[in-house]
């Protein structure tokens, strides 16, 4: 469902982010971005059978923004990738740095708890990932996606079914 990479020339700490990324969203794949163009990628992703194409990008060493790509062909048969939305992150702590480190993909989830939302921006990104993830959506899965308000910020954390935070926590501006 999704093809993971990164901007031109990463930092260490945007590759461990884009490798806890495709833990956590199922069925993705990640690859090197090298010196491929975003319609190189787009022309992978079709070839692996991917819908969206999702690339991270840093700012001063920290990841900072995810863009998000829908692939499709166009009117006149070639392929592209349209902006679906862009995830602004104003902080990220890695699976590495704390909380529980995935052994193996998620596959599934049980929900998308948007309980902790007060904001119209919280349910906006309750939303998308709602819908990036209809898919992927079990009622018997062991994790959930929770989002929350916190001084301006969205935070997302995923949780496993005993409640803890397992892979990445992002802070969503």
């Not at 901007?7 to 590759?15: A, F, G, N, Y």
């Not at 491929?36 to 692996?48: E, K, N, Q």
């Not at 790509?69 to 602004?88: Q, W």
Request: glycine share 8%.
């Amino acid at each position: 469902m999704f093809l993971v990479t990164t901007s031109h020339r990463p930092s260490q700490r945007l590759r461990s982010f884009v490798k806890d990324l495709t833990l956590v969203l199922p069925g993705s794949v990640r690859v090197t971005r090298g010196k491929r163009r975003l319609v190189d990628l787009a022309y992978l992703a079709l070839l692996l059978k991917k819908k969206y194409l999702v690339v991270a990008t840093n700012k001063k060493g920290n990841p900072a923004v995810i863009h998000v790509y829908v692939v499709h062909y166009n009117a006149e048969g070639k392929v592209t990738a349209s902006k679906y939305f862009d995830m602004l992150l104003g902080g990220v702590r890695l699976s590495r740095e704390g909380g529980a480190k995935l052994t193996a993909p998620i596959t599934s989830y049980s929900s998308v708890d948007e309980s902790g939302c007060s904001s119209s921006k919280c349910l906006e990104l309750a939303g998308l990932l709602m819908s990036l993830l209809k898919d992927f959506i079990n009622k018997s899965s062991a994790f959930k996606i929770s989002l929350q308000d916190e001084g301006g910020n969205v935070t997302v954390k995923i949780l496993s079914r005993n409640g803890y935070v397992v892979g990445p926590l992002l802070k969503v501006r």
